[in-house]
């Protein structure tokens, strides 16, 4: 069984679109690192179907639900939204409330 949906079915991505439509440009007149180019080639098929679908079925109620896989890669923003939403929300949860809190990250020299 094979399942493509309408165009009219994909979510809409801003930066999937812009990467769709500037990136080939961008590319002929910029170098790029092979690092770059799978990170912008998996963004711009993220969530089309292009990288397959996904099913889930109720079987109590019969109900499917088809989505398009998406590329769960490191740079893609509407990948990483739901983890970085949960970090958050993690940190949020070890905080004591009244106090001031700063996040720092910092390198110290190896001797």
């Known amino acids: ?10 979510p809409d991505y ?10 080939p440009a961008y590319a002929k007149e910029h170098e790029v690192s092979d690092p770059q180019a799978k990170s912008a080639s998996l963004i ?4 089309t179907g292009k990288l397959g679908y996904t099913a889930s079925f109720c079987p109590e109620c019969g109900y499917t639900k088809i989505r ?7 740079c893609c923003p509407s ?9 958050v929300m993690e940190r ?11 996040h720092v990250i910092f390198t110290l020299p190896h001797e």
Not at 44 to 47: A, G, H, L, P
Not at 68 to 74: D, E, I, K, L
């Open 68 to 74: 398009a896989r998406s590329c769960n890669n490191r």
């Open 79 to 87: 990948c990483q939204a739901p983890l970085e939403q949960k970090w």
């Open 14 to 23: 801003p930066i999937r679109k812009a990467f769709q439509q500037f990136y």
């Open 1 to 10: 069984m094979t399942f493509e949906p309408a165009l009219d079915d994909l």
């Open 44 to 47: 711009s098929i993220c969530k």
């Open 92 to 102: 949020n949860a070890e905080l004591i409330s009244g106090i001031a809190y700063y």
